[in-house]
T-cell receptor, first 118, second 112 residues
């Protein structure tokens, strides 16, 4: 498997523009997570999905952020309008979470998208 | 609520020296615990995990961690550090909804 795929790897945009980050999870995984990492705040969970349904979006900083998962193989994180303080590395991760005897919660991370908003 | 504390923000060790990174968790039941490593410019990679059984867990790259329920700790160790181990290390515990709750991370620098 190719692992979690994120695109683009780097994005530079001007303040006020719309930014869309994309993620393809590992095939068969049922959880998908979006994280943001900055020097100041570390690794923050923004939102996660289970079977394409958003479970917890309490980490989404404000209404400018939105995330969708239209199907099991694709998710987007959109920022509209973008601001310089949104500059960060955004990670997507997926997992096949078995709450039964196999107890597997391991998350597999993508390489991240480095977003710079000027 | 579940939480993870990594008390050391930054640690520097000499190459060849032993390493211990601290992790304390807060969780009511038996925790499921992880250590991840992030090399510069990379995503997070799983080093090892503990679910049950033997409290000393072996991972990749020569790392091990010991689960101590009495101390609510899951410290990461390596007997001899290599320069390539310089990275940021994250401890995590599984939350009540199957998500991972990460600590703030410990950045490891290695002196030649």
């Amino acid at each position: 498997d190719a692992g979690v795929i994120q695109s683009p790897r780097h994005e530079v945009t001007e303040m006020g523009q719309e930014v869309t980050l994309r993620c393809k999870p590992i095939s068969g995984h049922d959880y998908l997570f979006w994280y943001r990492q900055t020097m100041m705040r570390g690794l923050e969970l923004l939102i996660y999905f289970n079977n394409n349904v958003p479970i917890d979006d309490s980490g989404m900083p404000e209404d400018r952020f939105s995330a969708k998962m239209p199907n099991a193989s694709f998710s987007t994180l959109k920022i509209q309008p973008s601001e310089p303080r949104d500059s960060a590395v955004y990670f997507c991760a997926s997992s096949l979470t078995d709450l039964g005897p196999h107890n597997n919660y391991e998350q597999y991370f993508g390489p991240g998208t480095r977003l710079t908003v000027t | 609520a579940q939480s993870v504390t990594q008390p050391d923000i930054h640690i520097t060790v000499s190459e060849g020296a032993s390493l211990e990174l601290r992790c304390n968790y807060s969780y009511g039941a038996t925790p499921y615990l992880f250590w991840y490593v992030q090399s510069p410019g990379q995503g997070l990679q799983l080093l090892l995990k503990y679910f049950s059984g033997d409290t000393l867990v072996q991972g990749i790259k020569g790392f091990e961690a010991e689960f101590k329920r009495s101390q609510s700790s899951f410290n990461l160790r390596k007997p001899s550090v290599h320069w390539s181990d310089a990275a940021e290390y994250f401890c995590a515990v599984v939350g009540s909804q199957g998500n991972l709750i990460f600590g703030k991370g410990t950045k490891l620098s290695v002196k030649p």
